[in-house]
């Protein structure tokens, strides 16, 4: 009953982006979420939103939190007519490029900023650097289409075997071990992976790595490393592969499993029972997150290999990319309004019925006085 009302939830709100005068959002790729025209400064009491700025806003990067930036986006806008969107959900790598390159005001990455980056950024961000603001929390969902199989479970050495073409049919003895009295069919196994640079990917691997006990031989990284299998581009892209695909199986933010009705598979980490991929498990795997950042950096370090009860492991945390110092003078005021609102109550509470975890509090107060602070 949960899951329908997830479902029903997000219908409305995908309805409401559908209708929506002041938005014309499109297919992951070619997204164009843009605001109306109109009043400027003021103050939304309906959404709690302080509007600042105007003009146009240009942003992309992340996948993984394109349903979430949609949703700001709409509320956003619907409040702020004066200022105009733009959300490509291009990928992390793509996204941090376009950043670096000076064409966007932000950027959005599954994987925080690598040192290399940061540096990088100090040419753009006059007088400061590159900074990774969390915002989007939530479990990184490991789909399967596998005919008569429900409440499928795995766990990290295998995961790492079937994406890396170790473990190639349905009905193999590792599988079956973990699903007594399945029903597993002698079905070849459709691995699906990102084509393009993804911190779904860098994070997924990660897990690989951390978790599987040797059996993940590659380095994780945005861009994928393993063995055989197929490409797609986007989450959308293998999220789609799974949905029509007999057989498949791939790794992609929850919410697009929850729109698509794609099962997720159950993770064996070592706890007591196997952990579902829902909002709350992957919360307490966030909540139990350590910061990495420096200074004003706000990225954490995720603990893949968790075997807290009730923690789901495969989890990802979206950060939002911004210069500390630097920023474009004429799209600061709407950067720092747009960003304040994505972290605020009511930003973040709109995240839940879509699939993803809110920020916990501490991290969101933290967020909110960093971006007042951005120059």
């Known amino acids: 009953m949960k899951l329908q009302r997830k479902n029903r939830v997000r219908a409305l709100a995908v309805g409401a982006l559908a209708v929506s005068g002041a938005l014309a959002l499109t297919a992951c790729g070619s997204d164009n979420t843009t605001g109306g025209s109109g009043g400027g400064a003021g103050s939304a009491k309906a959404a709690n939103i302080k509007c600042d700025g105007k003009g146009k806003l240009l942003a992309s990067g992340s996948s993984a939190q394109k349903n979430a930036m949609d949703v700001w986006v709409q509320n956003y806008a619907g409040a702020c007519q004066g200022t105009e969107i733009n959300y490509q959900p291009t990928g992390s790598g793509a996204g941090v490029t376009t950043f670096l390159q000076g064409q966007t005001a932000f950027a959005g990455s599954d994987s925080p900023l690598k040192p290399e980056e940061i540096t990088k950024s100090k040419s753009l961000c006059k007088g400061g650097q590159a900074i990774d ?40 003895p590792a599988i079956k071990k973990l699903n007594p009295g399945a029903k597993l069919p002698d079905l070849k196994i459709q691995a699906f992976h990102r084509s393009d640079d993804s911190g779904t ?12 006990g040797g059996a993940w031989k590659h380095e994780p990284g945005k861009k994928w490393e393993g063995t055989g299998g197929q490409a797609a581009s986007g989450s959308a892209g293998v999220s789609s592969q799974v949905k029509q695909t007999s057989g498949a199986i791939s790794y992609f933010e929850l919410s697009y499993a929850t729109a698509g009705k794609i099962p997720t598979v159950k993770v064996n980490t070592g706890a007591k029972a196997p952990v579902e991929a829902t909002v709350d498990n992957a919360s307490a795997a966030i909540a139990a997150a350590k910061p990495a950042g420096q200074g004003n950096d706000l990225a954490l370090k995720l603990d893949y290999a968790t075997k807290a009860e009730g923690a789901y492991p495969i989890t990802l945390v979206t950060n939002e990319i911004v210069c500390d110092k630097g920023n474009k003078a004429d799209t600061l005021p709407a950067t720092k309004s747009f960003l304040t609102y994505v972290a605020s109550k009511d930003g973040q509470d709109a995240l839940k019925a879509l699939g993803y975890a809110p920020l916990p509090t501490e991290i969101a107060d933290k967020v909110r006085k960093t971006v007042a602070t951005l120059s």
Not at 133 to 156: Q, T
């Open 201 to 212: 990917t860098d994070n997924f691997t990660k897990y690989l790595k951390a978790a599987s």
């Open 133 to 172: 603001l969390p915002m989007v929390g939530g479990p990184i969902a490991v789909g399967y289409n596998v005919p008569g199989v429900d409440g499928l479970v795995l766990d990290a050495p295998t995961l790492a075997k079937i994406f890396d073409s170790q473990i190639t049919n349905w009905n193999d």
